[in-house]
């Protein structure tokens, strides 16, 4: 009997195995049965079979539960992308299958190899062995054919079809991560050498190109029902969500988790006994095993049933692993990327902390020694002594605005991380952990938006220009120019509606696991937002900029589109949520290989031009003049060398401190130049706030400061909201009236003979 039942269900896997493609040997193989109707009487907690077509043969293991008694057909369905391609009604009496005419219940452990018929094999396309992630299923009814259940179904199993050849490639997740890593640095390293407009616009398409990733990765990451290749496809960007298995680190995790009062789930210790199923509909499985129970539970007292309800409602909803009423395992959502990663979904939350942290550690050690490598090649005469001059004067500036960088790139993993946490409180401590840290980089970020917006709009009160605190003060820059220096000067707020987005988008993620069609709509409602404000404000610094930034949205809200048709809210065909799979695919995947070899080739030529500046136009905001003219502001008059003197300011760094709320908003040899103006009243009447809006305090009478003619008596920066005023078209010059010779002078004659070094910071202020 034993060897008579293993023959239909052989069969069965054989069917299944039949249909699937994996790199160097060819296979085709499933790893779960599941049911795919209530109260089915069939089932399997261990399903694994794998056929290889070089040996012909079947290699099955199965311990299966059946409760049908009676005569019964098998009615096959073998579909690939939602198209049925093969159906077939099999009747195991006139098969021969004995055990199985009529079938009995009892459960069935199996564990045998059987030969396949080269006639099934010949029906196989060769592509089925060779395409990634193929979408390929086997669904078996089981109809009763005597009996009061005559013509019934009375089970339904179907078995998911995979193969070895997926587009989830660790080549491709390294080169994505080492081409945005090699951008970040080498806009620092060419920023540090002078080419402050080159590295600037390589750094801002790099934060782009990072930002896109990160939507990619958060697709993957909601609960909707995904195909294979999307599934795939959005794995290989999950390392930009910290999302990296370390063997060690992950028995640290569990060692933590335990320590501080948590259960850590086991389900890898567990797939040699019971499957688990990378689930489309995860919930609704569940909800079958939840509803078994329920109705067992009904005949129970009620003190009983209460208590064991309330707590099978708080684990489904609290814990990550679910287990069907047949012992298999479904993971769906943040748990399919972590179970696909090889990670318990009980270490997914501290996975991406620590690497979060780790990043941290290692930026500060790479900048450290960096300073460290710079003043010994200085002393040793490796390099000129005033090469990287400013960093090396001003590193700890500077590396505080590259940990405020590193911040806001880590924000959107740990705000769907932490929150994610939340909801499934793994231990009291990873808890407090996730609270620490979310509420810790949202008041970070928050009030550094808040600084720059603040000295934005004292730096139009004074000289009726953003630009001019925002970018000619060193410190600032440093500081807080990572919020900023990717926008225009007139969109320096644009940073709130960013850190929004992050924040909805998170909460969706990490909130809406249990309604795939919630996230979709709520996914699609933001996308269009963003691809309405990038498109409508255009708030990056240049038009290419802008264009790359609309693109991304632009694929971001189709991306929203697909995602909420595979939730089948639209009822649409199979085959059709097949090929809309294979489209989002092949479509973000040609997107990603172009946006990867520009930002390459941008790159590169940065290091090959002997002025890389040129090959990008100046920014209509006038940031690169404001920048240079600063930097002889402290030795164009005795006072200013006399103030940087005692404050022991070294020649390369500049302490100005423009950027300050209360008194330092500019060094006391600016205040006094300023009250020594002509036609100004003493006491200071520069930093009181009359009728008239106060004046600049630099003398705009100084050399080498830009000047293009213009009239400051003309509008004013968003002196009235009536005013016409173009947020794109070039900044007004804080420098009024005609300067002699210098009147005459053009941008890029201005651009090759200021040879100011510093204000480019070591290259971390884009």
Not at 402 to 415: N, Q, S
Request: hydrophobic share 45%; with cysteine.
């Amino acid at each position: 009997m034993r060897f008579s039942i293993s023959r239909p269900l052989a069969a069965l896997a054989s069917i299944a195995a039949l249909v699937s493609p994996v790199f160097g040997e060819q296979k085709l193989a499933s790893q779960a049965l599941k049911t795919c109707q209530a109260n089915s009487g069939f089932s399997a907690s261990l399903f694994n079979v794998v056929y290889t077509p070089e040996s012909g043969r079947a290699n099955v293991d199965i311990v299966a539960v059946s409760t049908i008694q009676g005569k019964i057909i098998f009615d096959v369905a073998i579909s690939a992308y939602g198209y049925e391609i093969i159906t077939a009604k099999v009747d195991p009496c006139s098969s021969g299958l004995l055990g199985l005419c009529p079938m009995t219940a009892g459960k069935i452990p199996l564990n045998f190899t059987l030969p396949v018929d080269k006639n099934a094999v010949s029906q196989i396309p060769s592509i089925a062995y060779n395409f990634p992630d193929i979408d390929a299923k086997v669904r078996v009814r089981i109809n009763m054919t005597d009996g009061d259940e005559a013509g019934q179904t009375v089970a339904c199993v179907e078995a998911e079809i995979t193969n070895g050849k997926t587009v989830d490639l660790a080549g491709v997740k390294w080169a994505t991560a080492i081409v945005a890593a090699f951008a970040l640095t080498s806009s620092a390293f060419v920023s540090g050498l002078g080419h402050h407009n080159a590295a600037s616009h390589v750094a801002a398409n790099a934060l782009s190109l990072f930002g896109y990733f990160q939507a990619q990765a958060m697709l993957g990451l909601t609960g909707v029902p995904l195909p294979p290749a999307v599934m795939g496809w959005t794995q290989d960007f999950q390392w930009s969500m910290g999302i990296i298995k370390v063997n060690f680190m992950q028995d640290i995790f569990t060692w933590y988790q335990r320590a501080t009062g948590g259960t850590p789930s086991m389900l890898f210790d567990s797939l040699a006994t019971v499957s688990v199923q990378v689930q489309k509909r995860a919930l609704d499985v569940a909800d079958l095993g939840a509803g078994l129970a329920r109705r067992s539970m009904s005949y129970m007292p009620r003190t009983i049933s209460e208590p064991m309800e309330q707590a099978m409602n708080h684990e489904l909803l609290k814990r990550g692993n679910i287990q069907t009423d047949t012992g298999s395992y479904v993971v769906y959502g943040i748990q399919r990327a972590a179970f696909r990663a090889s990670i318990e979904s009980t270490n997914l939350f501290m996975t991406s902390l620590i690497f979060f942290c780790v990043l941290v550690v290692i930026t500060i050690l790479c900048v450290a020694g960096w300073k460290g490598y710079c003043e010994l090649a200085a002393q040793k005469g490796w390099m000129k002594h005033d090469t990287f001059l400013d960093f090396r004067n001003g590193w700890f500036t500077v590396l505080k605005g590259i940990l405020f960088r590193i911040t806001l790139i880590g924000f959107p993993a740990m705000t769907v991380m932490c929150m994610w946490e939340f909801t499934q409180k793994d231990s009291p401590a990873e808890v407090v952990l996730a609270l620490m840290f979310f509420l810790g980089m949202l008041v970070t970020l928050g009030w550094a938006a808040f600084k720059v917006i603040r000295i934005a709009r004292r730096s139009v009160v004074m000289h009726q220009n953003p630009a001019y605190i925002l970018f000619s003060d060193p410190q600032a820059l440093n500081k807080w120019g990572f919020l900023y220096v990717q926008f225009r000067a007139s969109a320096y707020y644009f940073i709130v509606p960013v850190l929004g987005y992050t924040v909805l988008k998170g909460m969706f993620v990490a909130f809406g696991q249990q309604n795939g069609t919630v996230q979709a709509v709520g996914f699609l409602i933001i996308e269009a937002a963003a691809l309405i404000a990038a498109t409508v404000m255009r708030p990056w610094m240049d038009k290419k900029t802008n264009w790359f930034n609309i693109a991304i949205c632009v694929m971001n809200f189709i991306n929203a589109i697909f995602l909420l048709m595979f939730t089948e809210v639209f009822n649409q065909p199979p085959l059709v949520t097949g090929v809309i799979g294979l489209i989002l695919w092949i479509t973000n995947s040609i997107f990603s290989l172009v946006y990867l070899l520009m930002l390459i080739c941008s790159t590169i030529f940065v290091f090959f031009r002997e002025n890389p500046d040129n090959r990008y136009q100046f920014m209509a905001d006038d940031r690169t003049f404001f920048m240079k003219s600063q930097t002889h502001l402290t030795t164009t008059t005795e006072l200013d060398a006399l103030a940087a003197t005692a404050r022991g300011d070294k020649s390369g760094f500049k302490g100005l401190d423009l950027d300050d709320d209360a008194e330092s908003m500019s060094s006391d040899s600016l205040r006094r130049q300023t009250e020594l103006q002509p036609g100004m009243p003493a006491g200071g009447a520069g930093l009181h706030f009359t009728n008239a809006p106060p004046k600049s305090p630099v003398d705009p009478a100084m050399p080498l400061f830009p000047s293009e003619g213009r009239n400051t008596q003309g509008p004013q920066y968003g002196e009235k909201p009536g005013l016409n005023f173009d947020p794109r078209a070039p900044s007004p010059s804080p420098y009024g009236g005609s300067q002699g010779g210098n009147a005459t002078l053009t941008p890029q004659y201005r651009a090759l003979n200021n040879t100011s070094p510093w204000q480019r910071g070591a290259g971390y202020e884009h």
